[in-house]
């Protein structure tokens, strides 16, 4: 019985080394449907333990110009009035 244990353990260590990902679901499912392939269960394992997709910032360059502070709209520098909405800024 404990050896049942530890084998289900180890067949869902991909799944509970991933549960905190953004991919938890996917790496659970293949882990679970193809885990029994000896190539399912590395992939999902090695799709556990791989860092997360980095989450990349849009940098707006503010120097090049002013937002609308009625639509947001950055316009350019030194303009007087905003392009899209039409009020000054
Ligand atoms: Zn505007």
Redo the contacts with the bound molecule.
């Keep these: 019985m404990i050896s049942f244990l530890f084998l289900m353990l180890l067949y869902f260590l991909p799944a509970i080394l991933g549960r905190d990902k953004s991919d938890a679901t996917g790496i659970f499912l293949l882990n679970l449907f193809l885990g029994w392939t000896l190539v399912g269960w590395v992939a999902a394992f090695i799709w556990a333990i791989a860092s997360d997709r980095p989450h990349y910032v849009r940098y707006v360059p503010v120097s090049a110009g002013h937002f609308?502070s009625?639509?947001?709209?950055l316009?350019p520098a030194g303009a007087h009035f905003?392009?899209?909405?039409?009020?000054s800024?």
Excluded: D, F, I, L
């Excluded at 009625?70 to 709209?73: D, F, M």
């Excluded at 905003?82 to 009020?87: E, M, S, T, Y």
């Design positions: 609308c009625q639509c947001g709209t316009g905003c392009g899209a909405c039409g009020r800024v």
